[in-house]
């Protein structure tokens, strides 16, 4: 039987290109003044592997934090609850909410929240942790 393996950056390319899909800007850090906003900022990917045969990983989960930077609460309200029904499309489930805050720096509004999904090396499928 063939495991698929999935590592941290491939897991982080694939939530990437799901929301990029849809035109959203996509960073992997706290952005600076000159970036192109509104932005989502993916980061805290982990990954908790649950099940083991052989020394290879059979399940794993996934977490981590996505934020959306913008002009205004409301827009970056409604950039994460189109992300997070984005996600379920990978079967990626919102597990926690931030709260709002304003970036001093940026001068931009952020609300974001915490997701996870359980991955199958062996049918090499994204399954909801619920």
């Known amino acids: 039987m063939k495991l698929h393996e999935l590592g941290i950056e491939d897991f982080t390319r694939i939530v990437s290109r799901k929301l990029e899909e849809s035109k959203y800007n996509i960073v992997l850090e706290n952005p600076q003044t000159d970036e192109e906003f509104p932005c989502g900022v993916l980061s805290n ?12 990983p059979v399940k794993s989960s996934f977490s ?25 499309e990978l079967n990626i ?12 720096v940026t001068k931009k509004y952020i609300v974001g929240g915490t997701y996870e999904v359980n991955y199958n090396a062996i049918t090499h499928s994204f399954n909801k942790i619920r």
């Open 93 to 104: 489930l919102l597990t926690g909410n931030t709260s709002p805050r304003f970036d001093d």
């Open 64 to 88: 981590f934090s996505l934020e959306w930077w913008t002009d205004k609460t409301y827009y970056s309200m409604a950039l994460f609850d189109e992300a997070s029904i984005k996600l379920r």
């Open 45 to 56: 990917v982990m990954r908790n592997d649950k099940i083991n045969e052989d020394g290879e």
